[in-house]
């Protein structure tokens, strides 16, 4: 309450800069209508600010977006639950603008509100509000009205609950395209507070009405009401009801509505349930991994791993499987990718045999793929195909193509910064078999034109470093990377030297001192002296790590040294 005790004149000011020409101004004082408010007093916030906001309807959107967020949060600065009545007028005005995210913002304030107000003053004052805004002449305040059913519903005495559903229903078949999507979007919200018997009869009759709009965009919203009515019928009416209309949307002549089937699958499997699922949905959910736009084809292939795991082995064998095998080689390289970033999690579900026997031809197929996302997706995700055949299998079909993969020009000139991340992790799995061949895919990432990924590529061997242990990172990754020390170009030394700052923690104080240590020293002569400048750093990483008399007896004499290079920049980093 500290506000009430600032000075009246700077509040006088916000109060001015309400009616000020300057929008910039306008909008900073509605962004503090909170001071404003405190300042008033409850009693004259009621009684002259709130109507004041209420007649300044035709300012800049971005004023009115702000007020009908600000008013949202104000019912402690009109008198607290029982006055909140009082913002309902103004909000109820931002909701017939033309300006949509001004309507959303003012809708969603006026449901936050709703949701503390009083169960007599909803049926006093925000039901004849809603009805007011369904009734309106122009299509925004109808718009508007959709959106806030769910919230005086269940207060309403029961012969306005019935003329409720029978103005949602009118709204529902509104001639204006953009009341009718309103309507189908809000359609479950308004649905989970309607009486189980007319949830059966009059809003499932509504939602037979929008499964069946010319207008493609009503539709499609009507397939995300498919998932959220099936939550709340019983089974049995949910199959009745529901899947008929899933069954219908997959072939829909509109490839938008397919998409959203295709999208929402999952969910709409979760709502009819597994049984009607594996009878039913099975040739729907073929028919969309075969559509004839790749945009529906990406939706399903993304949910492959999702619905197999609905079905049993032997159906996604029989059914998805052949799909899947076309689909590893579309034409589309998203289709590819989509796949490539879901189908090792089929490995679990299929199991050993079928993994081995269908999947791992066509995880190949894409690990050789053109488009680098989709050998990437592919890599990332090989554990989850190691717990189910095996390291040794894991290692004999597929480690091969890897180490191909690494000598893959088009790979080596990826700028992703991931690509040597995901690459290198999924490398680790091998541990212990063949890794003298794995670990010669990796120091030569560190001599990468691209910065990000000679850096990633550093990052990843100290990971290997730290899961295998300091005597197995001295035996095969120290000696490649002290080699390269020796690159004529310098920011491949530099690469060298960010390397030995991660790995130098994980050696240990000892290696350190013998293996890495003399190469720093040696970089600090380097001619160029961006080197010298990363010296510097070097050695302010690994300091912690070292005795203090190789602190005084190599560190210090070298830093004086650099202290006294002609370059400022060297000579200021040795200052640490």
Request: glycine share 4%; aromatic share 6%.
């Amino acid at each position: 309450m500290s506000m009430v005790e600032e000075p009246l004149y700077p509040i006088a000011v916000l109060i001015d800069e309400l009616k000020n020409d300057d929008i910039q101004l306008r909008l900073n004082s509605i962004r503090k209508l909170s001071t404003i408010a405190r300042a008033l007093g409850e009693e004259r916030t009621r009684r002259e600010l709130i109507p004041f906001l209420g007649e300044n309807n035709d300012d800049d959107d971005e004023v009115l977006l702000a007020m009908a967020e600000e008013l949202g949060v104000f019912i402690p600065f009109v008198g607290g639950v029982e006055h909140a009545h009082v913002l309902l007028p103004p909000l109820e005005t931002l909701c017939t603008v033309e300006e949509t995210c001004v309507r959303d913002k003012a809708v969603e304030s006026l449901c936050r509100i709703g949701s503390q107000m009083r169960e007599s003053d909803l049926v006093e004052y925000f039901i004849p509000l809603a009805k007011r805004l369904a009734a309106g002449e122009w299509f925004t305040a109808r718009v508007s009205a959709c959106g806030l059913f769910h919230i005086v519903y269940p207060s309403a005495p029961e012969m306005s609950k019935t003329e409720l559903r029978s103005i949602y229903s009118q709204l529902c078949q509104d001639d204006m395209p953009m009341v009718r999507r309103s309507a189908a979007s809000n359609l479950g919200k308004f649905a989970a507070t309607v009486e189980y018997t007319h949830l059966k009869a009059d809003i499932m009759s509504i939602f037979e009405d929008l499964t069946k709009d010319d207008q493609d965009s009503v539709r499609l919203l009507a397939v995300e009401g498919c998932a959220a009515l099936g939550k709340l019928l019983e089974p049995q009416d949910c199959v009745t009801h529901i899947l008929p209309v899933i069954v219908n949307f997959s072939q829909d002549k509109s490839w938008r509505v397919r998409y959203m089937v295709a999208n929402q699958l999952y969910e709409l499997c979760e709502a009819v349930g597994p049984e009607p699922t594996r009878t039913e949905l099975v040739p729907a959910y073929v028919r969309l991994l075969r559509d004839n736009e790749a945009e529906v084809r990406i939706a399903a292939a993304g949910k492959v791993t999702k619905f197999c795991r609905i079905l049993n082995p032997e159906l996604s064998i029989q059914h998805i499987l052949p799909c899947v095998k076309e689909l590893s080689s579309d034409s589309s390289q998203h289709v590819r990718s989509a796949l490539a970033s879901v189908i090792m999690g089929m490995a679990p579900v299929l199991g050993k045999d079928a993994t081995i026997e269908q999947l791992l031809p066509i995880f190949l197929s894409l690990l050789k793929d053109e488009f680098p996302d989709v050998r990437l997706n592919i890599i990332s995700k090989l554990d989850q195909v190691n717990q189910v055949i095996g390291i040794d299998l894991l290692s004999q079909s597929l480690l091969p193509a890897i180490v191909e993969l690494a000598e893959d020009r088009h790979w080596r000139w990826l700028q992703d910064k991931v690509c040597g991340l995901h690459f290198l992790a999924s490398l680790s799995i091998f541990e212990g078999i063949s890794m003298s061949v794995v670990v010669t895919c990796q120091p030569p990432y560190c001599l990468l034109q691209v910065h990000s990924i000679r850096e990633a590529a550093a990052n990843n061997l100290k990971r290997l470093a730290e899961e295998f242990g300091p005597e197995w990172a001295m035996q095969h990754i120290i000696p490649q990377i002290l080699e390269m020390i020796s690159n004529p170009h310098y920011l491949y030394r530099m690469t060298v030297l960010y390397a030995i700052s991660l790995l130098a923690p994980v050696m240990g104080s000892e290696i350190t001192c013998s293996k890495l240590l003399p190469v720093v020293i040696t970089s600090s002569k380097d001619r160029v002296p961006n080197i010298k400048f990363n010296v510097a750093k070097v050695l302010e990483s690994i300091f912690p790590i070292l005795d203090q008399s190789v602190v005084e007896k190599t560190i210090r004499p070298c830093l004086v040294e650099l202290s006294e290079d002609p370059d400022v920049d060297a000579a200021n980093s040795s200052y640490w």
